[in-house]
């Protein structure tokens, strides 16, 4: 082997990329005054492509695989510029690794809130905030639309941009979808699609792609949402009056656990008090009237049933016996029975049905 030979061998360029950075989207092979040499051996990775510059002029995309950079694998190279100076290149290149997986877990969000018009709100403001990815799909339109000569490219200085794109698109898509803010949780993961793919054609003119987003939360202004709160809260009490009394005695057992013996009688004191309030909330009282007790419950009526040759009949009120008592088909011999009554009883021995019977001329005399 000849000397030129083996200083040909020592000085053969051995070109590749490891990145453990995460973020590192393109990185240029720095290599002294940006000589790549004849038969140099190119590594492409899985989730890379090289892209190939010579004399400022995007010559070749390479992807995975091991190359030699040689004329008869080259075809772009060879209308370029002759690879004939062997061991010393008298031009200059370079090689650009362009990192092709996935960029996951970037955050987007709404800056400010969204005007919509709700169809049960109203005119009413959104917030929202989510996650998407980001991939290069085709890295010689990535390198001049974005990248430029920058040797070392990472996604915070795309990524900006990509949020912006995002936000406009979110605000046009749910502006138009019709959907109400309340079933919007329901929708996230549809409304997460409408948006990746109303971004795709714009995002492709800069070589990329979002192969998904997600929509994490939709979320309502303070004011909204307290008010939310409120009718919800209403919905849940049920009855109000029994909620009110509840809410009385839940007064009345704090007020006796926080301040013992005196706090129960002021606890106990405002709870009745309270709980009087709501049950007659519309109740207009002098402060110097008495209380007025409430009425006697309304008596209980009762119902009869009537024996007669061993078959019962009923049950009847005590107006139908007084008119059975007028027209003779009841008499003061006949057993009747009502509830709670223990046994039949003949009905003039029950004090409630003698008087049906007084109001009946007696017999005249001598009959």
Wanted: glycine share 10%; net charge negative.
């Amino acid at each position: 082997m000849g000397i030129l030979d083996f200083l040909t061998g020592e000085f053969i360029d051995v070109i590749h990329w490891t990145d453990d950075t995460r973020d590192t989207m393109v990185w240029r092979f720095e290599r002294e005054a940006h000589e790549i040499k004849y038969g140099a051996k190119l590594t492409v990775r899985e989730g890379q492509a090289a892209v190939f510059v010579h004399e400022g002029q995007l010559a070749d995309v390479f992807t995975p695989g091991l190359y030699m950079l040689e004329t008869n694998n080259m075809p772009i190279m060879t209308t370029l510029q002759h690879w004939d100076h062997g061991f010393k290149s008298p031009f200059k290149s370079e090689i650009y690794y362009v990192n092709t997986t996935r960029f996951n877990d970037l955050k987007w969000g709404t800056k400010n809130p969204i005007m919509l018009r709700d169809p049960e709100f109203g005119p009413t403001r959104v917030r929202a905030f989510g996650t998407y990815s980001v991939r290069i799909t085709d890295p010689a339109k990535f390198l001049r639309e974005i990248v430029g000569t920058d040797g070392e490219f990472t996604m915070d200085e795309i990524s900006f941009q990509i949020r912006n794109i995002i936000v406009q698109s979110f605000t046009q898509v749910i502006a138009s979808s019709g959907i109400p803010v309340l079933d919007m949780a329901a929708n996230t993961r549809d409304l997460g699609k409408l948006i990746a793919g109303a971004i795709g054609e714009t995002v492709a003119q800069y070589g990329i792609m979002i192969p998904e987003l997600y929509i994490e939360n939709i979320s309502l202004p303070p004011a909204v949402e307290a008010a939310l709160d409120t009718r919800t809260s209403r919905g849940l009490t049920g009855d109000l009056d029994a909620h009110m009394q509840y809410a009385a005695a839940e007064a009345l057992r704090k007020g006796g656990e926080a301040s013992g013996a005196m706090g129960a009688g002021l606890g106990a004191g405002m709870g009745m008090a309270m709980a009087q309030q709501m049950a007659n909330p519309w109740a207009q009282q002098s402060p110097s009237a008495a209380p007025t007790a409430p009425p006697p419950p309304p008596p209980v009526e009762h119902v009869w049933h009537i024996a007669d040759n061993g078959k019962t009949t009923g049950p009847f009120s005590k107006a139908a016996l007084g008119r059975m008592a007028a027209d003779g088909k009841l008499s003061r011999a006949t057993m009747v029975w009502t509830q709670g009554q223990d046994g039949w009883m003949a009905a003039d021995d029950v004090a409630e049905l003698a008087q049906l019977f007084t109001v009946l001329p007696p017999p005249p005399p001598g009959a």
